[in-house]
């Protein structure tokens, strides 16, 4: 149900209408292309995302200690749903607000991301982590599905001229999140015993940090899986904030078309989530997330083509399609890439972190996902700056190879024989000190 809840905030206010709405209308600058525009959302988007870098492990090591998985989740929804229903206040010209608001709820979303996801191991047994990982992640895009499409059909188009409507989007994605995550807190059971809380949470933190990285060598398939997440997660976190941008920049689209589109890309990504997690289970998790990497790489390559693809067929059989309209037909590609690499990735982590150090390893794994946005959008800030928007997506397709190669040297059945028997020998050394 979190799943399900916090996918308003990722599409209302990241994906599908704020993002667009702060570059042409908040900011604007139609004469430079919207570049400064799209290097200032890229800059809030990083900043958020760098928070969560240098807090995000250290937060995990003190969940796992005091078993407080539950509480932290708590603070980031709170702290995610208040500066959402800010943003009704950020009108044209208020742009410093507008950064301000969205580098808070977006950092407090995205820690929310990785404190959720802490919950997985304890959800089923290994060989069933890829569905529930899978299930929830399709279950978000349905919560997106509902979100979005209110506002896109009640709120309307995020243009100057609808200013006064389309500003409800903050308050509504906000009220959205704080209705239907209320399940997690009130049925989601917290495990885990908490240590004695005789030192502080930031030497709680630090010292189990510096345990983790002295046994990394231990999770050596954990490690290297992170390096190549770092990559895919850099593409997709350009894709998702750049996606419906680049519709209404480059592509051109009209309003029903993007409608359209979020409806396409909604549908496609639950049930890429939903097939794939079932998937993974049959023929491993690793294979799976280098499928959908593959996937990745062909959507990016057609997003990028798409206008040149169109005027092809126009001018070879004598069409007269419009890019937006083929552009539908790269949104199935790319909403199935999208849902099942994330939820193959959350179950890879799952399996590789004992249950002792779930919060922890899921920390490590929200920081080289937060990593990866930092570098992800700041450098298609930048490109995009030099070259333009659609040059500038290229970028991604060369990430997403980059991460398939680099995952080649992973071993699923290795990095979990590592987190059982970590746990294993943590466990006897438990029972021997309570025998004492």
Request: overall charge neutral; charged content about 15%.
């Amino acid at each position: 149900m979190f799943d399900f809840a916090n996918q308003a905030y990722t599409l209302l206010i990241i994906t599908v209408v704020f993002g667009e709405l702060f570059t042409t209308v908040i900011v604007g600058d139609r004469d430079d292309g919207y570049r400064l525009a799209n290097l200032l959302w890229s800059v809030a988007l990083a900043t958020s995302y760098l928070l969560v870098v240098v807090t995000g492990p250290l937060c995990g090591a003190v969940m796992d200690y005091r078993a407080a998985k539950k509480r932290f989740l708590f603070v980031s929804y709170v702290v995610t749903v208040a500066a959402t229903a800010l943003l009704y206040f950020v009108a044209p010209g208020y742009v410093m607000l507008g950064l301000l608001l969205l580098v808070v709820s977006n950092y407090a979303y995205s820690m929310g991301e990785s404190f959720i996801a802490a919950f997985l191991p304890d959800l089923g047994p290994p060989e069933d982590l890829g569905k529930i990982s899978g299930f929830g992640w399709a279950l978000g895009y349905v919560g997106g599905l509902c979100a979005a499409g209110f506002t896109l059909v009640v709120l309307g188009e995020a243009t100057a001229e609808n200013f006064e409507r389309i500003r409800w989007v903050g308050p509504f994605a906000a009220a959205f999140f704080l209705v239907t995550a209320i399940p997690t807190f009130l049925w989601v059971k917290e495990r885990g015993n908490p240590q004695p809380h005789a030192m502080s949470y930031r030497r709680i933190a630090w010292q189990r940090i510096a345990t983790t990285l002295h046994e990394l060598r231990r999770f050596r398939d954990l490690g290297i899986f992170l390096v190549s997440l770092l990559f895919s997660m850099a593409g997709v976190y350009i894709i998702i904030a750049f996606a419906f941008i680049y519709g209404a920049q480059v592509i051109g689209w009209d309003e029903s078309v993007r409608n359209v589109m979020f409806i396409i890309v909604q549908i496609t990504a639950a049930a890429g989530a939903l097939g794939f997690g079932f998937l993974q289970d049959r023929i491993g998790t690793k294979f799976t997330y280098q499928l959908t990497l593959l996937l990745w790489v062909a959507a990016v390559v057609a997003i990028w083509a798409t206008p040149e693809v169109t005027a092809f067929l126009n001018g070879a059989f004598g069409l007269g399609w419009e890019a937006q309209h083929l552009f539908l037909v790269v949104g199935c590609l790319a909403g199935l890439s999208l849902g099942s690499s994330q939820s193959a990735s959350r179950a890879l982590v799952g399996l590789f972190s004992p249950a002792r150090k779930a919060a922890e390893f899921f920390g490590f794994w929200g920081l080289a996902n937060k990593l990866a946005g930092v570098i992800g959008i700041i450098g298609l800030g930048l490109l995009q700056s030099i070259v333009g928007l659609q040059g500038s997506i290229l970028l991604c397709a060369g990430l997403f190879v980059v991460a398939i190669l680099i995952c080649l040297a992973v071993d699923q059945a290795r990095g979990q024989r590592a987190a059982n028997d970590w746990e294993k020998r943590n466990s006897d050394a438990l029972q021997e000190g309570g025998k004492c």
